[in-house]
T-cell receptor, first 110, second 114 residues
């Protein structure tokens, strides 16, 4: 069973700071997705990365897929309070299952 | 657009009681999932279905059952509720199993077993 480990588990930063969160596995990903979950809601897809070394940008968020497709990172530039939430990576495991990482809970203080 | 709809939103159960969490989607998705999320944690897959009449176990299936009689509906049954089943439950769906397909989530069902 493929496991997705995310780090750090918790992160509290001041508005305007930069941060990076990581998603790692011992197995190769076919693809990887990043979701954000706000309190009281279900996760919402941010991005999908498919190719090793791929970099995608979504406004102040930069997503990178490792060359070997075993890890991924999410970098947020100049964090804002609206970025607060739980960030989850997810991938396809086996034939039909999507599994999620352990999550990084981010709090951005104004 | 309704998307994925779950009911109830909140429920308190006594130990040993049973209940069904309802889930329906109006996107004609083949794949449906039930996840649980414990406080401050990620999502654990309970059961999933690849189409009507086909279901399979996920990572944490013990204490739960599912059925998929139609494409739209995927109810989750809790038998003999235990405190360890206190959690937030999310139903989700996706169109197909092609890598990178978007999973759409419901708003969650908060369950407390006392």
């Amino acid at each position: 069973t493929q496991l997705l480990e995310q780090s750090p588990q918790f992160l509290s930063i001041q508005e305007g700071e930069n941060l990076t969160v990581y998603c790692n596995s011992s197995s190769v990903f076919s693809s990887l997705q990043w979701y954000r979950q706000e309190p009281g809601e279900g996760p919402v897809l941010l991005v999908t990365v498919v190719t090793g070394g791929e970099v995608k940008k979504l406004k102040r968020l930069t997503f990178q897929f490792g060359d070997a497709r075993k890890d991924s990172s999410l970098h947020i530039t100049a964090a804002q309070p609206g970025d607060t939430g739980l960030y989850l990576c997810a991938t396809h495991s086996g034939t039909y299952k999507y599994i999620f990482g352990t999550g990084t809970r981010l709090k951005v203080l104004a | 657009n309704a998307g994925v709809t779950q009911t109830p939103k909140f429920r308190i159960l006594k130990i040993g009681q049973s209940m069904t969490l309802q889930c329906t989607q109006d996107m004609n998705h083949n794949y449906m999932y039930w996840y649980r999320q414990d406080p401050g944690m990620g999502l654990k897959l309970i059961y999933y279905s690849v189409g009507a009449g086909i279901t399979d176990k996920g990572e944490v299936p013990n204490g739960y059952n599912v059925s998929r009689s139609t494409t739209e509906d995927f109810p989750l049954r809790l038998e003999l509720a235990a405190p360890s089943q206190t959690s937030v439950y999310f139903c989700a769906s996706s169109y197909n199993r092609v890598s990178g397909n978007t999973i759409y989530f419901g708003e969650g069902s908060w369950l407390t077993v006392v």
